[in-house]
């Protein structure tokens, strides 16, 4: 696995990083409780972890603490370091794992939830294939190469003595989205998705002329089954939630109004499908509306704050920090780290 902080030709010296951390926010007058922000930048991937941002955006749900709320996607984890070190947004939906590296590394992370603890397949044109064993010297996609998903899938081999150099084929591709493209038109039999990458994969099989993709995918390893059964813990992986950097993470009271809203936002969202379904398609490319509600119904997201995530994140970090301590810049994050509500929490489903 690598460990790409920043790309070489774009390094910034940490005093000017930490600088441009302020950006979003440089013009605030100085806040008090009832001040609002001019405008509060939220980003995240296309994947489910997102939902509640853009729900956010669209409701006016920060209209107390910011005068605007937008909502703007990363591509892939090195843009997301990059939207982070140059403060192009001020919360922004993020692996756990980059969350604790960037955070360590003195990027200035604050970390609010964890809301995405299961959304993690193999898709699969043998429905016979149902463990990671299963596909033993077969090819498979895997996008974002040494970051989530891949750092999962080689955590959860290695435990059951697979090798995924020698045992596997494994082709990396830069987004979930071209390993989702080599699967339907037929170039790898297999490939690890993110939801709602999967169920957009299983969609696009029954709406597409059957010559020109692969007439069948299915569901095969469900890593987060796996996570349970090799480790002997429940089936659910601190995956990804939101984080705060640069100025906004000094004004306490707007990071409680971000994790109240992205709560509320992540149970609407669970709630009305379908309709977050539409609402995420107008924000993001390729997404359909069908394929976001297939999403919402299997995967794991619950929006647990931070502090009371801070066990198993701690457990799944010592995991990752076993075989490669650069992960997490080579420690376990700090007390700091992790954002203390000064409200009651309010967990996704309440």
């Known amino acids: 696995m690598h460990d790409d902080f920043l790309n070489p030709q774009t390094t910034l010296s940490r005093r000017h990083a930490l600088a441009l951390l302020a950006a979003p926010l440089a013009a605030a007058p100085a806040l008090g409780v ?3 922000l001019p405008q509060i930048t939220l980003a995240g991937p296309p994947a489910i972890v997102s939902a509640p941002l853009i729900h956010m955006a669209e409701t006016g749900a920060l209209k107390d603490a910011a005068q605007r709320t ?3 996607a990363w591509r892939d984890p090195d843009q997301l370091r990059m939207m982070a070190m140059g403060g192009k947004a001020d919360v922004l ?3 756990s794992n980059v969350a604790a590296n960037l955070f360590n590394r003195g990027a200035g992370v604050t970390l609010l939830n964890i809301s995405t603890w299961g959304a993690l397949w193999i898709v699969t ?3 016979q294939r149902k463990t990671l064993a299963d596909f033993k010297g077969e090819d498979i996609a895997v996008p974002f190469r040494g970051d989530m998903p ?5 955590l959860l081999l290695t435990k059951q003595g697979l090798d995924p150099l020698r045992d596997f084929r494994i082709r990396y591709v830069p987004t979930p989205m071209e390993a989702m493209q080599l699967l339907i038109t037929r170039r790898v039999s297999h490939a690890l998705l993110s939801e709602p990458a999967v169920s957009l994969a299983l969609r696009k099989t029954r709406s597409f002329p059957v010559g020109l993709i692969a007439p069948d995918l299915h569901r095969g390893a469900d890593l987060q089954q796996e996570w349970g059964r090799l480790l002997r813990r429940a089936p659910r992986v601190p995956q990804a939630g939101i984080a705060a950097v640069g100025v906004v993470r000094s004004q306490p009271q707007v990071l409680d109004a971000v994790a109240q809203a992205y709560a ?3 149970a ?6 379908l309709e977050c379904g539409r609402m995420m398609a107008r924000h993001i490319d390729l997404l359909t509306p069908e394929a976001v509600a297939d999403a919402i119904a299997v995967s794991q997201m619950d929006a647990v704050p931070a502090a009371a995530a801070r066990a198993e994140l701690e457990f799944f970090f010592g995991q990752l920090m076993t075989p ?4 997490l810049g080579g420690r376990l994050p700090s007390e700091a780290f992790y954002h203390a509500s000064a409200q009651r929490p309010l967990r996704g489903g309440q």
């Open 264 to 266: 509320r936002s992540l």
């Open 125 to 127: 044109r043998d429905a």
């Open 324 to 327: 490669t301590p650069q992960l």
């Open 268 to 273: 609407w969202c669970r709630d009305n499908a």
């Open 34 to 36: 009832a001040a609002a």
């Open 70 to 72: 937008v909502f703007t």
């Open 150 to 154: 891949d750092i999962v899938l080689q």
């Open 93 to 95: 939906a993020m692996p």
